[in-house]
């Protein structure tokens, strides 16, 4: 942990130096960190409670070799402005770029060194710090952080770089108490491998990204047992494919109205591969989630969000490819799908479920059960300790679709009473109630570049407006 007097020193005023207290250290954190230090007499403090992530977060810190990126390295770089940085680093390591989908341990290696070659570079004008916040408030035209070991940073600004909130426990779930050896609630938190024999049963719920992600660590740890992936529509990722024309992109919403939406993709897909059509609305997705009103939000995340998911968020060929070896060999099988009720006996678990379309109920039976239903953002239902409190004093408060936080245009909080905060701020997939698009690398680092040059007046100096 890195406290120190200089923490408490007294500072400039804000406008000739800022000083920003970044809270996690993820992609977002840490390259909104790295935008921010481009600009003079800035000053940041990274702050991470897992030392594991610091600088690579959730995503990239895994060391699994089968954990791949699922978008090509040639649009991974993690500078908006710099779209090949990422594939010279490559180039430096002597690995290929054209194409390639790397591990995401290697893009986190990536990650750490840049960190560590702006701790190089600009000094103590870059803190990395080795705690929890619990509380951030504002006084006085600053902010005021309190962390788990009970000390205080004060800075000028203070952005919220959490990440997404875990899973939340399905229904059946919920109330049934389930011994942890038998039930994994977060795989991102626990090693679910862990005490599992090699030929038990495994139930995972959910059949998305996360999903893919656990069955596959599961085989790398061996695991040569069934399992199962039961999701209400059993909907997996698709594939990417190589070899595609060149995109051309859409620089207007092609219909009004979802339905419309719909059938125009159905329509230019039968002229081109479906996936150059969903990647051609890519550049007009935010503009499209802005002008949508609250019902047609709600209406797309009711019924469009988990088709949306398996076309858009898709799986690099090697992965795919072994999924599919999964499946052929029988090892795995996708189910459609409800759990109705689990209960714990003496050799596991007991699951019945209702298949999709079908009153009937079936039985499964698992040594272990790991929830994959993916990342979450309703901070109301968040045990998460700084969600907790600053929802409590009112500092912050759900979207209207309850999928992070509510922010103004500019990245501003809005709390309890629907005011935009003047000094605290949020970046990253929690903002994704406000711009949606906002969940991968090629989004965040636009959405941190353009906050950096916010939050130190770069504009106004270099006489363009944002
Ligand atoms: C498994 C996975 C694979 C992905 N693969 C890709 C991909 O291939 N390509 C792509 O473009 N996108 C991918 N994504 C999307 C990914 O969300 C973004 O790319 C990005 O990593 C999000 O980073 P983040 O910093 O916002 O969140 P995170 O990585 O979750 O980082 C948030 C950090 O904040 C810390 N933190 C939270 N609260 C506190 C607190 N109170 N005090 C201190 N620290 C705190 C957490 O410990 C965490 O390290 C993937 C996502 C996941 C989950």
Same mark, same amino acid.
């Given at each position: 942990?890195?406290?120190?007097?200089?923490?408490?020193?007294?500072?400039?005023?804000?406008?000739?130096?800022?000083?920003?207290?970044?809270?996690?250290?993820?992609?977002?954190?840490?390259?909104?960190?790295?935008?921010?230090?481009?600009?003079?007499?800035?000053?940041?403090?990274?702050?991470?409670?897992?030392?594991?992530?610091?600088?690579?977060?959730?995503?990239?810190?895994?060391?699994?070799?089968?954990?791949?990126?699922?978008?090509?390295?040639?649009?991974?770089?993690?500078?908006?402005? !710099?779209?090949?940085?990422?594939?010279?680093?490559?180039?430096?390591?002597?690995?290929?770029?054209?194409?390639?989908?790397?591990?995401?341990?290697?893009?986190?290696?990536?990650?750490?060194?840049?960190?560590?070659?702006?701790?190089?570079?600009?000094?103590?004008?870059?803190?990395?710090?080795?705690?929890?916040?619990?509380?951030?408030?504002? !006084?006085?035209?600053?902010?005021?952080?309190?962390?788990?070991?009970?000390?205080?940073?004060?800075?000028?600004?203070?952005?919220?770089?959490?990440?997404?909130?875990?899973?939340?426990?399905?229904?059946?779930?919920?109330?049934?108490?389930?011994?942890?050896?038998?039930?994994?609630?977060?795989?991102?938190?626990?090693?679910?491998?862990?005490?599992?024999?090699?030929?038990?049963?495994?139930?995972?719920?959910?059949?998305?990204?996360?999903?893919?992600?656990?069955?596959?660590?599961?085989?790398?740890?061996?695991?040569?047992?069934?399992?199962?992936?039961?999701?209400?529509?059993?909907?997996?990722?698709?594939?990417?494919?190589?070899?595609?024309?060149?995109?051309?992109?859409?620089?207007?919403?092609?219909?009004?109205?979802?339905?419309?939406?719909?059938?125009?993709?159905?329509?230019?897909?039968?002229?081109?591969?479906?996936?150059?059509?969903?990647?051609?609305?890519?550049?007009?997705?935010?503009?499209?989630?802005?002008?949508?009103?609250?019902?047609?939000?709600?209406?797309?995340?009711?019924?469009?969000?988990?088709?949306?998911?398996?076309?858009?968020?898709?799986?690099?060929?090697?992965?795919?490819?072994?999924?599919?070896?999964?499946?052929?060999?029988?090892?795995?099988?996708?189910?459609?799908?409800?759990?109705?009720?689990?209960?714990?006996?003496?050799?596991?678990?007991?699951?019945?479920?209702?298949?999709?379309?079908?009153?009937?109920?079936?039985?499964?039976?698992?040594?272990?059960?790991?929830?994959?239903?993916?990342?979450?953002?309703?901070?109301? !239902?968040?045990?998460?300790?700084?969600?907790?409190?600053?929802?409590?004093?009112?500092?912050?408060?759900?979207?209207?679709?309850?999928?992070?936080?509510?922010?103004?245009?500019?990245?501003?909080?809005?709390?309890?009473?629907?005011?935009?905060?003047?000094?605290?701020?949020?970046?990253?997939?929690?903002?994704?109630?406000?711009?949606?698009?906002?969940?991968?690398?090629?989004?965040?680092?636009?959405?941190?570049?353009?906050?950096?040059?916010?939050?130190?007046?770069?504009?106004?100096?270099?006489?363009?407006?944002?």
């Amino acid at each position: 942990m890195i406290i120190d007097s200089q923490l408490h020193a007294p500072r400039p005023r804000f406008r000739t130096a800022t000083r920003v207290a970044i809270v996690g250290a993820g992609f977002s954190g840490t390259m909104l960190a790295l935008n921010l230090l481009e600009q003079p007499h800035v000053e940041v403090l990274l702050i991470e409670r897992d030392r594991h992530r610091m600088g690579a977060g959730v995503a990239y810190s895994s060391s699994e070799s089968s954990h791949l990126l699922n978008v090509r390295a040639g649009n991974m770089s993690a500078f908006a402005d !710099r779209p090949d940085h990422f594939c010279d680093w490559l180039a430096a390591h002597g690995l290929g770029c054209d194409g390639a989908f790397v591990t995401r341990a290697t893009y986190g290696r990536y990650l750490r060194e840049a960190l560590a070659a702006a701790m190089e570079r600009y000094g103590r004008r870059l803190k990395l710090v080795d705690d929890e916040v619990l509380d951030i408030e504002e !006084r006085g035209g600053r902010v005021t952080l309190g962390l788990v070991n009970g000390g205080l940073i004060e800075a000028d600004r203070a952005v919220l770089a959490i990440g997404n909130l875990p899973p939340h426990d399905p229904p059946a779930v919920a109330g049934a108490h389930l011994p942890a050896r038998l039930y994994v609630g977060d795989p991102w938190a626990t090693p679910f491998e862990e005490g599992l024999a090699r030929d038990a049963a495994v139930l995972v719920i959910g059949t998305g990204l996360t999903a893919v992600d656990v069955i596959l660590r599961l085989v790398a740890y061996g695991f040569a047992g069934p399992i199962v992936a039961l999701s209400r529509r059993g909907l997996r990722p698709h594939r990417h494919v190589d070899g595609l024309p060149r995109l051309k992109p859409i620089l207007a919403k092609p219909a009004p109205e979802l339905s419309e939406l719909v059938r125009w993709a159905r329509r230019a897909a039968r002229d081109t591969d479906w996936r150059q059509v969903v990647d051609s609305l890519r550049p007009i997705t935010q503009m499209m989630w802005a002008s949508a009103d609250a019902g047609k939000r709600a209406r797309f995340l009711r019924h469009l969000r988990p088709f949306w998911d398996v076309h858009r968020h898709r799986l690099a060929p090697p992965v795919a490819d072994r999924i599919d070896a999964l499946v052929a060999s029988g090892q795995l099988r996708f189910r459609a799908g409800k759990i109705a009720k689990v209960s714990a006996g003496r050799d596991g678990l007991v699951i019945d479920w209702r298949p999709r379309g079908t009153g009937r109920v079936e039985t499964l039976h698992a040594a272990r059960m790991i929830n994959c239903t993916g990342p979450q953002g309703d901070l109301l !239902r968040s045990s998460d300790p700084l969600v907790r409190r600053m929802l409590a004093a009112r500092r912050i408060r759900p979207d209207a679709l309850r999928l992070g936080l509510d922010i103004d245009r500019d990245g501003h909080v809005i709390d309890g009473e629907g005011r935009a905060s003047e000094h605290i701020l949020a970046i990253g997939p929690m903002t994704r109630g406000d711009l949606w698009e906002v969940v991968a690398v090629p989004d965040i680092r636009v959405q941190v570049s353009a906050l950096a040059r916010r939050l130190v007046n770069a504009h106004w100096v270099a006489g363009e407006g944002l």
